[in-house]
């Protein structure tokens, strides 16, 4: 596959996604954003509601469709 398929594939894209990884989550294709503070934020998605909670937390990255949550993480709730 070439690097224009994969960029194509990547833009039209609509699949909700959540990425974990350590430290932070990536959630893709989410409605809004209900509720942030350092501790909980709660995202809304096109299947359910998303708590995350811990200590720390930031929204390190934002756009129409992606956030990238950081921080110390200890529960992920749907």
């Not at 294709?29 to 209900?34: D, F, G, L, R, T």
């Amino acid at each position: 596959m070439n690097i224009f398929n994969k960029l194509d594939r990547y833009i039209t894209d609509k699949e909700y996604k959540m990425i974990i990884k350590k430290e932070q989550i990536n959630i893709i294709n989410y409605i809004e954003i209900k509720d942030f503070s350092s501790t909980k934020i709660i995202i809304k998605s096109p299947d359910n509601i998303i708590t995350v909670t811990g200590s720390n937390l930031v929204v390190s990255k934002m756009q129409d469709n992606e956030v990238l949550i950081t921080g110390s993480i200890k529960l992920i709730e749907l």
